[in-house]
Protein backbone atom coordinates (compact mmCIF):
# COMPACT_ATOMS: atom_id res chain seq x y z
CA UNK A 1 0.00 0.00 0.00
CA UNK A 2 2.91 2.56 0.40
CA UNK A 3 3.43 3.56 -3.33
CA UNK A 4 -0.23 3.68 -4.33
CA UNK A 5 -2.79 6.48 -3.75
CA UNK A 6 -5.36 4.98 -1.21
CA UNK A 7 -9.09 6.31 -0.70
CA UNK A 8 -11.26 5.75 2.24
CA UNK A 9 -14.30 4.62 1.03
CA UNK A 10 -17.16 6.33 2.74
CA UNK A 11 -18.52 3.71 5.47
CA UNK A 12 -21.18 4.01 8.11
CA UNK A 13 -20.14 1.41 10.80
CA UNK A 14 -22.91 0.38 13.57
CA UNK A 15 -22.00 -0.19 17.13
CA UNK A 16 -22.31 -4.26 18.09
CA UNK A 17 -25.03 -5.78 17.58
CA UNK A 18 -26.17 -9.18 19.84
CA UNK A 19 -28.95 -11.33 18.59
CA UNK A 20 -30.14 -12.35 22.12
CA UNK A 21 -28.12 -13.09 25.18
CA UNK A 22 -24.65 -13.92 25.72
CA UNK A 23 -23.68 -16.44 24.22
CA UNK A 24 -25.36 -15.64 21.10
CA UNK A 25 -24.42 -13.89 17.57
CA UNK A 26 -23.14 -10.71 17.11
CA UNK A 27 -22.00 -8.58 14.67
CA UNK A 28 -21.09 -5.17 13.26
CA UNK A 29 -22.56 -4.06 10.40
CA UNK A 30 -20.47 -1.98 7.47
CA UNK A 31 -22.76 0.33 4.91
CA UNK A 32 -21.06 1.72 2.22
CA UNK A 33 -22.55 5.19 1.24
CA UNK A 34 -21.15 4.91 -2.02
CA UNK A 35 -19.61 2.03 -4.36
CA UNK A 36 -16.24 1.49 -5.35
CA UNK A 37 -13.84 -1.37 -5.39
CA UNK A 38 -13.34 -2.05 -1.85
CA UNK A 39 -9.61 -3.16 -1.72
CA UNK A 40 -8.78 -3.06 2.22
CA UNK A 41 -10.74 -3.77 5.28
CA UNK A 42 -8.58 -2.08 8.41
CA UNK A 43 -9.15 -2.17 11.91
CA UNK A 44 -8.01 -2.46 15.66
CA UNK A 45 -9.06 -5.76 17.29
CA UNK A 46 -10.60 -5.48 20.76
CA UNK A 47 -10.72 -9.18 21.86
CA UNK A 48 -12.17 -10.71 19.33
CA UNK A 49 -10.50 -14.48 18.50
CA UNK A 50 -11.57 -14.58 14.68
CA UNK A 51 -14.62 -12.75 12.62
CA UNK A 52 -16.60 -14.01 9.77
CA UNK A 53 -18.12 -11.35 7.04
CA UNK A 54 -20.81 -11.96 4.97
CA UNK A 55 -21.75 -9.61 2.28
CA UNK A 56 -25.08 -8.58 1.44
CA UNK A 57 -26.26 -9.26 -2.15
CA UNK A 58 -29.54 -9.22 -3.91
CA UNK A 59 -31.34 -9.40 -0.16
CA UNK A 60 -29.37 -12.62 0.66
CA UNK A 61 -26.39 -12.82 3.24
CA UNK A 62 -23.76 -14.47 1.66
CA UNK A 63 -20.19 -15.74 3.51
CA UNK A 64 -17.33 -14.12 1.71
CA UNK A 65 -14.77 -14.95 5.10
CA UNK A 66 -15.27 -18.05 7.36
CA UNK A 67 -13.77 -17.97 10.47
CA UNK A 68 -10.60 -15.53 9.89
CA UNK A 69 -8.72 -16.02 13.11
CA UNK A 70 -7.62 -12.81 14.66
CA UNK A 71 -5.66 -13.98 18.03
CA UNK A 72 -3.65 -17.32 18.35
CA UNK A 73 -5.14 -17.82 21.77
CA UNK A 74 -8.71 -16.89 22.67
CA UNK A 75 -7.62 -16.98 26.18
CA UNK A 76 -4.70 -14.99 26.78
CA UNK A 77 -4.10 -11.05 26.10
CA UNK A 78 -1.38 -11.27 23.90
CA UNK A 79 -2.26 -10.67 20.35
CA UNK A 80 -5.99 -9.30 21.15
CA UNK A 81 -5.53 -5.46 20.68
CA UNK A 82 -3.66 -6.20 17.35
CA UNK A 83 -4.38 -3.84 14.21
CA UNK A 84 -5.43 -6.10 11.03
CA UNK A 85 -5.72 -5.66 7.37
CA UNK A 86 -7.92 -7.43 5.67
CA UNK A 87 -7.20 -7.49 1.78
CA UNK A 88 -10.54 -8.27 -0.67
CA UNK A 89 -8.24 -10.96 -1.92
CA UNK A 90 -8.89 -13.33 0.89
CA UNK A 91 -12.66 -13.19 0.36
CA UNK A 92 -14.04 -16.10 -1.28
CA UNK A 93 -15.79 -16.89 -4.41
CA UNK A 94 -19.03 -15.51 -2.81
CA UNK A 95 -17.63 -11.92 -3.22
CA UNK A 96 -19.65 -9.40 -5.32
CA UNK A 97 -17.50 -6.46 -5.78
CA UNK A 98 -19.91 -4.88 -7.69
CA UNK A 99 -22.59 -5.62 -5.01
CA UNK A 100 -20.71 -3.69 -2.43
CA UNK A 101 -23.48 -2.24 -0.49
CA UNK A 102 -23.71 -3.34 2.96
CA UNK A 103 -21.53 -6.33 5.08
CA UNK A 104 -22.01 -7.78 8.38
CA UNK A 105 -18.54 -8.69 9.95
CA UNK A 106 -19.80 -11.51 12.76
CA UNK A 107 -17.48 -11.46 16.02
CA UNK A 108 -16.53 -15.09 17.72
CA UNK A 109 -15.14 -14.98 21.61
CA UNK A 110 -15.40 -18.75 23.01
CA UNK A 111 -13.32 -17.09 26.06
CA UNK A 112 -15.25 -16.16 29.09
CA UNK A 113 -12.25 -14.05 29.87
CA UNK A 114 -13.59 -11.30 28.20
CA UNK A 115 -17.44 -9.82 28.72
CA UNK A 116 -16.67 -7.25 25.81
CA UNK A 117 -15.25 -7.98 22.66
CA UNK A 118 -15.48 -5.89 19.27
CA UNK A 119 -13.47 -3.66 16.76
CA UNK A 120 -12.58 -0.60 16.69
CA UNK A 121 -11.29 1.95 14.09
CA UNK A 122 -12.57 -0.03 11.47
CA UNK A 123 -11.89 1.92 8.02
CA UNK A 124 -12.59 0.52 4.34
CA UNK A 125 -10.12 1.24 1.41
CA UNK A 126 -9.78 1.47 -2.56
CA UNK A 127 -6.48 2.02 -4.26
CA UNK A 128 -7.26 4.78 -6.83
CA UNK A 129 -3.70 4.09 -8.86
CA UNK A 130 -1.81 0.70 -9.11
CA UNK A 131 2.02 1.34 -8.39
CA UNK A 132 4.21 1.73 -11.81
CA UNK A 133 6.52 -1.06 -12.95
CA UNK A 134 10.08 0.34 -13.82
CA UNK A 135 11.06 -0.63 -16.90
CA UNK A 136 13.96 -3.72 -16.80
CA UNK A 137 16.42 -1.06 -18.11
CA UNK A 138 16.27 1.73 -15.41
CA UNK A 139 16.93 -1.28 -13.14
CA UNK A 140 19.84 -2.09 -10.90
CA UNK A 141 21.08 -5.93 -10.80
CA UNK A 142 19.98 -5.19 -6.97
CA UNK A 143 16.68 -3.72 -7.58
CA UNK A 144 15.90 -6.40 -9.88
CA UNK A 145 17.02 -8.79 -7.20
CA UNK A 146 14.83 -6.50 -4.37
CA UNK A 147 11.48 -7.05 -7.09
CA UNK A 148 12.12 -10.82 -7.31
CA UNK A 149 11.99 -11.10 -3.74
CA UNK A 150 8.77 -8.87 -3.34
CA UNK A 151 7.51 -11.00 -6.18
CA UNK A 152 7.74 -14.23 -3.53
CA UNK A 153 6.07 -12.32 -0.20
CA UNK A 154 3.31 -11.03 -2.48
CA UNK A 155 2.72 -14.84 -3.77
CA UNK A 156 3.25 -15.89 -0.29
CA UNK A 157 0.89 -13.45 1.47
CA UNK A 158 -1.92 -13.82 -1.14
CA UNK A 159 -1.76 -17.58 -0.22
CA UNK A 160 -4.95 -18.45 2.15
CA UNK A 161 -4.69 -20.26 5.26
CA UNK A 162 -2.32 -20.39 8.51
CA UNK A 163 0.88 -20.51 5.86
CA UNK A 164 1.53 -17.03 5.64
CA UNK A 165 4.20 -14.63 6.75
CA UNK A 166 3.49 -12.50 9.82
CA UNK A 167 3.90 -8.58 9.49
CA UNK A 168 7.16 -8.46 11.26
CA UNK A 169 8.71 -11.52 8.89
CA UNK A 170 7.96 -9.02 6.07
CA UNK A 171 9.45 -6.32 7.27
CA UNK A 172 12.87 -8.07 8.50
CA UNK A 173 12.66 -8.79 5.15
CA UNK A 174 12.64 -5.70 3.68
CA UNK A 175 14.64 -4.30 6.06
CA UNK A 176 17.49 -6.64 4.93
CA UNK A 177 16.98 -6.31 1.45
CA UNK A 178 17.35 -2.49 1.93
CA UNK A 179 20.68 -2.76 3.88
CA UNK A 180 22.07 -4.94 1.83
CA UNK A 181 21.66 -2.51 -0.93
CA UNK A 182 22.96 0.42 0.67
CA UNK A 183 25.90 -1.66 1.32
CA UNK A 184 25.90 -2.23 -2.58
CA UNK A 185 26.05 1.85 -3.44
Known amino acids: M ?11 VSSVTMV ?30 SISIK ?10 LHDFKLTQWPHFENDSQNWCIIPSHFFNTNYDPSSL ?33 L ?14 IQE ?4 LNSTSGTEMLTYDETLIGISEVNRLEATQM
Open 20 to 49: GERPCPCYITLTFRTPGPLEYIVFQNHYTA
Open 152 to 155: KLDV
Open 101 to 133: TEFRIYLTQPSPNWKEFSLKNISCYTILQKPKK
Open 135 to 148: SRESRTPFAEFKAK
Open 2 to 12: DRNECELLPTT
Open 55 to 64: QKQNELWRTI
